[in-house]
């Protein structure tokens, strides 16, 4: 299934350009449809993301589509989701969920989603895994359906097995200063990082 098809008033929008957030307008939900689809796609298109065995319950009422106990495939992880997507003020959509995530490759990740480029920059520099028991994310979206950072409200914790963190400019600079090129990676193993993103900025716990 090829869900892009429906993310564009532009009927001539190919599926390279729907795959780009830029060509995505505000999906309005109805008001008046109260259904329930118990969901089993194979593979499923979804903008720039190939989403395979999506599995669970997905349900349209007032203006707001909601997933219950969804379980899918994405970049080489496994996934799960609760929340909604809703329209009750449709120039405000807003997001709410909660996602597990177990074993997705950090530079796949940063590729992916805009979001993770604006929050965490830092992650363009980073190779491994990482997974989530908990990933809450909230926030509102604007006119081309991207959050409004300022809204946006996460938190959760980041599981890091095994990870190495590389070219940046800082370590790299004292590494040479002190001719030490071992100091100019970072290794992350067995890492538990618990977090939390508000008002456009990241606090951390001690870890």
């Known amino acids: 299934m090829d869900a892009n098809q429906f993310l564009s008033t532009d009927s001539?929008?190919?599926?390279?350009?729907?795959?780009?957030?830029n060509g995505m307008a505000i999906i309005e939900l109805p008001s008046n449809i109260d259904f329930t689809l118990t969901s089993n796609i194979q593979k499923l298109v979804y903008t720039?993301?190939?989403?395979?065995?999506?599995?669970g319950t997905v349900k349209v009422?007032?203006?707001?589509?909601?997933?219950?106990?969804?379980?899918?495939?994405?970049?080489?992880?496994?996934?799960?989701?609760d929340g909604f997507y809703e329209t009750t003020n449709p120039?405000?959509?807003?997001?709410?969920?909660?996602?597990?995530i177990k074993n997705l490759d950090i530079q796949k990740a940063f590729i992916t989603f805009n979001?993770?480029?604006?929050?965490?920059?830092?992650?363009?520099?980073?190779k491994g895994n990482f997974s989530t028991s908990i990933f809450?994310?909230?926030?509102?979206?604007?006119?081309?359906?991207?959050?409004?950072?300022?809204?946006?409200?996460?938190?959760?914790?980041l599981q890091i097995t095994d990870a190495t963190v590389t070219n940046i400019d800082a370590f790299n600079k004292v590494a040479?200063?002190?001719?030490?090129?071992?100091w100019k990676k970072v290794?992350?193993?067995?890492?538990?990082v618990k977090y939390e993103i508000k008002g456009g900025r990241i606090y951390t716990k001690p870890f």
């Open 176 to 182: 040479d200063a002190f001719k030490r090129d071992e």
């Open 12 to 21: 001539n929008t190919t599926a390279t350009a729907a795959a780009d957030t």
């Open 136 to 157: 809450k994310f909230t926030t509102t979206l604007d006119s081309k359906m991207k959050p409004v950072y300022e809204s946006l409200y996460s938190a959760g914790d």
């Open 61 to 81: 009422a007032n203006s707001k589509l909601l997933f219950n106990k969804v379980a899918l495939n994405l970049l080489g992880s496994s996934m799960n989701l």
């Open 91 to 100: 120039k405000k959509p807003t997001v709410d969920m909660t996602f597990g």
């Open 115 to 126: 979001t993770i480029k604006k929050i965490a920059p830092i992650a363009e520099k980073m």
């Open 48 to 55: 720039n993301m190939d989403i395979t065995n999506f599995n």
């Open 187 to 192: 290794d992350f193993k067995n890492v538990l």
